[in-house]
């Protein structure tokens, strides 16, 4: 029961991040943004987006390698004659009927939890007794250039010190692209916004004391090299509004009731059944 209700948990939560973006191809097949959040999701039990900021490309690119790793073999046994062997199809029969009961079950539960509504009233309620869970810390949106020496940083930041404004902000991301040993590189050094906490202490430091708009003068060491940062918005301490996050409360009371009603149901069956 409690796996059921943690798989429509991911369900739910995947759903909401799904994207048909093709990342690469491999030998023909596809393999999408929507597969890759969909594992980054069951890997992280749906708290991916929870994941330090500078960590979540990296998973990324893991998840991916993964998938594209998987593609490979799958083609290669294809071509071997696996899917015609014995062994084979005798694992895929018992994998099939364990599937149709698992799959029947799965569909059955979500036919449950679709008959559940929460009223309007209720969801305002919630938000007005939690507010505080709402609460977002002070966040910045940053990107980075990380290189291995701090001469290269310095080098770097004499190229960028000239430069303001959008020119700056150009040039960083294509000095990003083309020097930055991070994972971030390939997305011009783009961290996307994180919160107090989440960087490593000297970059986090740094970070939050800095003007929108400019770059470190000076290279930020950390044990993973040098930083040249470029800090791009800030967002102040704030609470979220109802509608911001009425879909999210939603989900929460859904899964409640859900579960409430799964315990009713599955007390009237078992009174039913036979079980010896």
Do not use: C
């Not at 030998?27 to 929507?34: D, L, M, R, V």
């Amino acid at each position: 029961m409690k796996i059921a209700i943690k798989l429509l948990s991911a369900l739910l939560i995947t759903g909401a991040v799904a994207s048909a973006q093709t990342l690469v191809t491999v030998n023909g097949k596809a393999i999408t943004q929507q597969e890759v959040d969909a594992e980054l999701m069951q890997a992280t039990q749906g708290r991916f987006n929870q994941v330090p900021a500078d960590k979540q490309a990296q998973f990324r690119q893991q998840v991916l390698q993964q998938l594209i790793g998987k593609e490979i073999i799958y083609d290669d046994a294809k071509k071997s004659g696996i899917l015609k062997s014995r062994e084979y199809k005798e694992q895929y029969k018992k994998l099939e009927q364990r599937m149709k009961k698992e799959l029947a079950i799965q569909v059955w539960q979500k036919k449950v939890l679709d008959s559940i509504k929460i009223p309007e009233k209720a969801l305002k309620k919630y938000y007005n007794a939690n507010k505080g869970e709402f609460n977002e810390k002070v966040s910045v949106h940053a990107r980075h250039i990380l290189v291995k020496t701090e001469a290269e940083a310095k080098a770097i930041i004499n190229e960028l010190k000239p430069l303001s404004g959008q020119k700056l902000l150009k040039k960083f991301e294509e000095l990003a692209k083309t020097k930055s040993t991070g994972p971030s590189g390939p997305k011009g050094g783009d961290l996307g916004f994180f919160a107090k906490g989440q960087m490593v202490p000297a970059f986090n430091d740094k970070v939050f004391n800095m003007k929108v708009g400019t770059i470190t003068l000076k290279p930020v060491k950390t044990q993973f090299g040098y930083h040249i940062i470029y800090l791009q918005e800030k967002k102040d301490a704030a609470t979220k509004s109802f509608n911001e996050v009425k879909h999210f409360i939603e989900q929460r009371l859904r899964m409640e009731k859900f579960k409430e009603v799964m315990k009713e149901k599955m007390d009237a069956l078992e009174k039913k059944a036979t079980i010896k």
